[in-house]
């Protein structure tokens, strides 16, 4: 009766947070087991939760990130990198997504902010709108693969593994993303002759080579002087930090302490310092400090202006997530995960079999669901079968994210087609082509990720 009504509602066109919460309520009504406030204290006590503050931080630092100017430093920095490569701007649009990543943790971010950017800069060069759209949504995917991300907090809570784990996991998946697309722009760039889009200089590329061995060779030094010459730690990372001020100062860089977002939140988690959560509000004064004080692109009337997007995001998300809790409560309750989890094993006892169903199921879902909906009613059926298969939490987790994440760029519910559409002026039906060459490295990325677990897990066994 459950799913009946939920499936009654989502025909009927109602949103699906109020369709999850709806067929709870009327399930409850129906039965007359429970009493109708069951509905609202499951709801509370589903965003009552320490993890799930990270959400808003996350947000928000995405926003300021995308307001104050630093889009454009990113997107100069990768065309002084790669855009004298063959096909530059696709590489370049690649690089970008993968450095703005490990700021805004969204797909939806990254295609809004720096693809307006690199979709302009692509047509003003000669590439076709398509090849342009197509390159943007798929590196838009890189945003919740490559720490920090949304969608893995909202699966760490909803599947009680380490979100931490779960940040550590995308990097090694993400960097192979990446790679695979830069290899698609070189084919492109090969069949159709294209050249480099900028001037080869010494002189850039030296500096963003510096950019990026500082950004490496940063965190190492950190590590050396803690652990290997037993400094203090907290005085030792706010001297790093100065040191990094000094530098930027000093050689003028592009990008240097924007790109370091994801190197402080990742080594601040690894090492203790903070929490997910706590890390998230890290980012945001970060956020702060280089919009308001260091590059001064930052007023406070746009100030309040992000704050207010941020709340609406934030809202929308978190409602998702309380219609989801009492939703995915109700299935458990009523038996139904315990159905689905019996059928499924009564069909199949191999994990490679039950991963290819789980990845169809989950590809098809993406295409009419939002992720955030999504992973929070797919893991309280999915994850019970999963882990009886002995496939670790943290690798299915990441198995779920990047397929929601293709489901993005699907009609008819795919958010970064819509977006990528009203930016670059095309129809959506054109769109849609535009991205379908592109589903090739990702599906390909896909396959690996699913089946090579320890490309996930490494570095989570490493540091967790």
């Known amino acids: 009766m459950l799913k009946i009504f939920f499936l009654v509602f989502m025909a009927g066109g109602i949103p699906v947070a109020i369709a999850m919460a709806g067929a709870s309520l009327a399930y ?134 380490s979100v931490g784990a779960l940040f550590l996991a995308g990097i090694l998946p993400g960097a192979m993303m990446a790679i695979l697309m830069m290899l698609t722009v070189a084919y492109f760039a090969h069949k159709n002759k294209w050249g480099g889009d900028v001037k080869f200089s010494r002189t850039r590329l030296f500096k963003a080579l510096s950019e990026l061995a500082v950004v490496i060779g940063w965190p190492l030094l950190m590590w050396l002087l803690i652990s290997q010459l037993g400094t203090p730690p907290q005085l030792t990372v706010f001297g790093g930090l100065a040191a990094l001020f000094v530098l930027d100062r000093i050689f003028r860089f592009e990008a240097l302490l924007p790109i370091m977002t994801p190197v402080l939140l990742i080594g601040g988690m690894t090492t203790g310092l903070f929490t997910p959560t706590e890390g998230a509000i890290a980012a945001c004064v970060w956020a702060m400090i280089l919009g308001f004080a260091w590059y001064r692109t930052l007023s406070w009337k746009m100030f309040v202006k992000v704050c207010l997007d941020t709340i609406e995001t934030t809202s929308t998300v978190l409602f998702i997530v309380a219609a989801a809790s009492i939703f995915g409560w109700m299935l458990t309750a009523t038996g139904v995960t315990t159905e689905i989890a019996s059928w499924v094993l009564g069909f199949t006892d191999q994990a490679w079999v039950f991963l290819l169903l789980a990845n169809l199921l989950m590809l098809f879902v993406g295409c009419f669901l939002e992720p955030t909906a999504a992973i929070t009613i797919l893991v309280p059926i999915l994850l019970p079968i999963a882990t009886h298969l002995g496939i670790d939490p943290i ?41 379908l060459p592109w589903l090739v490295p990702l599906l390909v990325s896909l396959a690996i990720i699913t089946y090579m677990p320890s490309l996930v897990l490494w570095l989570p066994k490493m540091f967790f």
């Open 395 to 435: 690798h299915f987790g990441l198995v779920m994210v990047l397929n929601l994440m293709i489901g993005l760029l699907h009609p008819p519910m795919g958010m970064v087609l819509f977006v990528l559409a009203r930016v670059a002026g095309l129809s959506f039906e054109r769109t849609t082509m535009a991205i």
């Open 28 to 161: 409850i009504l129906m039965s007359g087991g429970l009493p109708p406030f069951v509905v609202i204290h499951r709801m509370v006590s589903g965003i009552d939760s320490f993890p799930l503050l990270a959400v808003p931080f996350f947000i928000l630092a995405g926003n300021l990130m995308n307001n104050a100017g630093i889009t454009t430093r990113i997107y100069n920095f990768a065309l002084a990198l790669v855009g004298w490569l063959k096909g530059g701007l696709g590489h370049v649009n690649v690089l970008g997504s993968v450095i703005f990543a490990g700021m805004s943790g969204t797909a939806i971010a990254d295609a809004a902010g720096l693809g307006t950017i690199e979709i302009k800069a692509m047509q003003e060069h000669g590439y076709d709108t398509e090849f342009a759209v197509g390159v943007t949504a798929a590196s838009a995917t890189l945003g919740p693969i490559i720490p920090p991300s949304l969608p893995f907090v909202i699966y760490g809570m909803m599947a009680n593994v």
